[in-house]
């Protein structure tokens, strides 16, 4: 008799844990059935879906964006995206810059590129400050000579090289990764650049026919910031001697050409260059991929910080697992990559107390395109 008592109380208890189990599994379903309907029938939805598919569509792994938009939608995406940066950087820039004093880093008011509060005509070379929002955080390093900028490449042939190491090996104040590379299978080994390379002057690399334009970030001989689609012969005629291919452009003419966050190309680590009237290139440089520490921001977002501190034109350079700032010698940024210093990089822009006297070679002399294995380390 007992042993049916006790049966029977353990056969209530197994009915009630089902009923809770299936009660969780309802509540779960149902949770699901109206995240979806949120997901893909809600205008809420559907931006968030898009948000997170241009996140990932800027990784290596952007084929995952599928499983989130469809396959149709991706393609049609990426080609929708491709098109508005080529319109991006049509509209000629008119600026002009009015430089104004800049001090030398050995300056005692200028004590670890660091501005003070004195007032003073004149300004320390390099100035770098912490930025934050929503969701992300970062620095934006001002150089307040624009002729005191270079881009420098790697040493040796066969790989690209870390802005730590071209730092130091050059004797460079501080740098800022730059733009494009092939990175087959997002594996690359970091030397073959894309579109053009100019430092100093001279031409470092092209793919380009002689007739073709393409998106660059650069600085002409007067230390105004070029950016937008340009041929190797307008870049030639318009004196530019520092100059990278990468895109969109973000500010011309004293306007932002994103027009909200939605158009902001997903949330990533990000790198912009930009100028004020006075001279000054403004480097934003933002963290991401990294929760707690910083989930990255839109192109929106980098072209509001931009216009918050006074940009007159701006574009985005290579950023992701790319995104590097480095002062005197040490990353103050904290890149999205295993190595604290971040990757093998084509190209950087390097500030210099006397950039004349710069030892950069063309690394890529001898070489054409089709003579580099971008995969091969």
């Known amino acids: 008799m007992r042993r049916k008592v006790i049966h029977k109380q353990s056969a209530k208890r197994q009915r009630k844990w089902l009923r809770v189990a299936a009660a969780v599994f309802g509540v779960l379903l149902l949770l699901g059935a109206s995240g979806g309907v949120w997901l893909f029938l809600t205008p809420s939805g559907n931006t968030f879906r898009y948000v997170l598919a241009d996140s990932i569509i800027a990784t290596q792994h952007r084929k995952w964006a599928k499983y989130i938009i469809g396959q149709q939608a991706l393609d049609t995406r990426v080609q929708a995206y491709q098109k508005k940066f080529d319109a991006m950087g049509e509209e000629r820039d008119t600026h002009e810059i009015h430089p104004a004093g800049v001090a030398s880093p050995s300056d005692p008011s200028a004590e670890n590129g660091v501005a003070d509060d004195r007032p003073s005509q004149e300004k320390p070379l390099v100035e770098i400050e912490p930025i934050s929002g929503h969701g992300y955080s970062g620095y934006i390093m001002t150089v307040n000579d624009p002729t005191k900028i270079r881009i420098g490449v790697p040493e040796k042939q066969g790989r690209g090289e870390r802005v730590t190491s071209m730092v130091k090996r050059t004797g460079a104040i501080a740098g800022v990764n730059g733009g494009g590379f092939a990175d087959p299978n997002w594996e690359g080994n970091g030397f073959q650049p894309i579109g053009i390379v100019m430092s100093g002057g001279k031409l470092f690399y092209s793919d380009l026919g002689k007739s073709n334009s393409t998106q660059v970030v650069g600085i002409d001989g007067s230390g105004k910031m070029v950016a937008g689609r340009y041929s190797l012969t307008e870049l030639q005629q318009m004196g530019v001697k520092e100059a990278v291919t990468f895109q969109p452009r973000i500010i011309v003419n004293g306007k932002g050409l994103i027009r909200n966050a939605a158009d902001g190309w997903g949330i990533a680590p990000r790198t912009a260059m930009g100028q004020r009237e006075d001279g000054a290139i403004l480097f934003v440089v933002i963290d991401g991929r990294q929760p707690g520490h ?7 977002d980098v072209q509001q910080i931009m216009l918050d501190h006074g940009a007159v034109i701006a574009a985005n350079l290579d950023g992701g697992s790319s995104t590097v700032l ?48 971008p995969g091969k380390w």
């Open 326 to 373: 480095v002062k005197d010698g040490e990353v103050l940024n904290k890149p999205s990559t295993k190595s604290s210093e971040g990757r093998y990089l084509p190209t950087a822009f390097l500030v210099f107390e006397h950039p004349e006297q710069a030892d950069i070679r063309n690394v890529w002399a001898g070489l054409k395109p089709g003579d580099i294995d």
């Open 294 to 300: 910083s989930i990255g921001a839109n192109l929106y």
